[in-house]
């Protein structure tokens, strides 16, 4: 972790990639402190989009993008109940990603919340969430799940084909065996959900703006 406190030696992105589960997660949630992408920010992007996702198993650079995502969407501000609320990262059910995936962000916040891991089993309480994956054993619930979250600006996530079409905000893929996303513009506008630049300029897709096109 050295590393990531010395600017002009950051750690390789190739170096990162290569890494274990949890050092992995470890180097790119380290970004999510400041207000700002900082190093190890751009290193989590990089590493996901760079070809590098071969250097470690699918749902790990999956939830690399999850912790991430927090970083560049802005929530209504009503969507917390208070000041220092946390923020919560859901996975609906039974999700694929390990005890790691808690494991590394405790202790973590975004712009003043504290990250937190829920696992709702219901879109009542999924509704609650920010950011909420929806695991592709749900795939024939998913139009109901997604029917029954409109109004709740929640950042719905998945890895199922045509989630994006039907309405889901972001959508994983694989390209050339390196996991990119979708999303879906027109779906996030209408949860009043704010995306970074930075994010929509490192998507495969943007569907719902003018002039989109697949990179």
Not at 119 to 145: G, W
Not at 151 to 180: C, H, I, Y
Request: with cysteine; net charge positive.
């Amino acid at each position: 972790m050295a590393l990531l406190a010395r600017p002009e030696n950051p750690p390789r992105p190739n170096r990162l990639c290569a890494e274990g589960w949890s050092a992995l997660l470890r180097h790119f949630i380290t970004g999510l402190r400041g207000s700002s992408l900082g190093i190890a920010g751009s290193i989590s992007l990089l590493c996901a989009i760079a070809a590098q996702a071969q250097s470690a198993p699918e749902y790990q650079v999956k939830a690399a993008f999850l912790f991430n995502f927090a970083k560049f969407v802005e929530w209504p501000s009503n969507k917390f109940p208070s000041a220092d609320a946390p923020l919560q990262i859901c996975i609906f059910g039974q999700g694929p990603f390990g005890v790691d995936f808690e494991r590394v962000i405790a202790g973590k916040s975004v712009s003043g919340h504290t990250l937190q891991i829920s696992y709702p089993t219901n879109t009542t309480e999924a509704r609650t969430c920010h950011i909420l994956f929806i695991p592709s054993t749900q795939k024939k619930k998913m139009q109901q799940i997604l029917d029954s979250l409109k109004g709740a600006s929640v950042l719905t996530v998945a890895d199922t084909e045509g989630f994006a079409q039907m309405g889901g905000d972001v959508n994983f893929v694989l390209d050339d065996d390196r996991v990119r996303f979708e999303i879906n513009l027109k779906a996030t506008d209408a949860e009043h959900l704010k995306l970074s630049a930075k994010l929509l300029a490192v998507a495969k897709t943007v569907i719902g703006r003018e002039g989109s096109a697949t990179q």
